[in-house]
């Protein structure tokens, strides 16, 4: 069985300041993904950043990277000079590589507020 | 380059009735995905199919929901005598195979 943890329900960030978001997860998969997923007030979920097990580097997206630490099962999310558009709830999520097992195990969640 | 698509992006039903819920893939994607969302939470996995195939329902209710992904048409998630309880938002995503899945904007199901 899969679990991901998201320890804090909120955060609150002035704009153009950075922020960390954390995760933690746990798997008996050697090989899977992990994603960040953006839910704004519109509800849709958008996909913000993935990061594929098997590689050391850390993935960036623009103003957004990840601190993946394999070992510790750490995922956290670095939002760099945050905008009020970062205003949203984000997922920390878990994908197993293997294809007769690739739901998504989803966190609870964490609500930022980017604050003018 | 239409993405996942999903309707009705609301749906009101009364106790008892049954909502049908629908999504279409993105072009070229065969696997799908339904996840349920309660309200401030995250997304529960439901069910997930390929074509003419349903390869996981183990978050599946065991009564009342069904889903399918015929050769023909969108996916189709359906719940029977509906309940209170049965509110909520429900996304779809699809993939062309392993790696990221893409949503739609979720159908909201509210029950009176």
């Known amino acids: 069985a899969q679990t991901v943890t998201q320890s804090q329900p909120e955060m609150s960030v002035q704009e153009a300041e950075t922020v960390t978001l954390s995760c933690t997860y746990d798997t008996s998969e050697n090989n899977y993904y992990l994603f960040w997923y953006k839910q704004p007030p519109s509800r849709q979920m958008i996909l913000v950043i993935r990061?594929?097990?098997?590689?050391?580097q850390n993935a960036t997206e623009n103003r957004f990277s990840v601190n993946f630490q394999k070992a510790a099962k750490s995922f956290s999310l670095k939002i760099s000079d945050s905008q009020l558009g970062d205003t949203a709830m984000y997922f920390c999520?878990?994908?197993?590589?293997?294809?007769?097992?690739?739901?998504?195990?989803f966190g609870k969640g964490i609500t930022l507020s980017v604050r003018p | 380059n239409a993405g996942v698509m999903q309707n009705p992006r609301h749906l009101v039903r009364r106790r008892g009735q049954e909502a049908r819920l629908r999504c279409s893939p993105m072009k070229g994607h065969s696997h799908v995905y339904w996840y349920r969302q309660l309200p401030e939470e995250g997304l529960k996995f439901m069910v997930y199919?390929?074509?003419?195939?349903?390869?996981?329902e183990s978050g599946m209710p065991k009564e009342r929901f069904s889903a399918e992904f015929p050769k023909e048409g969108p996916s189709i998630l359906r719940i029977q005598q509906v309940v209170r309880g049965d509110s909520a938002a429900y996304f779809c995503a699809s993939s062309p195979g392993e790696g990221p899945q893409h949503f739609g904007d979720g159908t909201r199901l509210s029950i009176l």
């Open positions: 199919l390929q074509k003419e195939n349903i390869i996981d």
């Open positions: 999520v878990l994908l197993p590589f293997t294809g007769a097992n690739s739901k998504l195990t």
């Open positions: 990061q594929e097990a098997y590689k050391q």
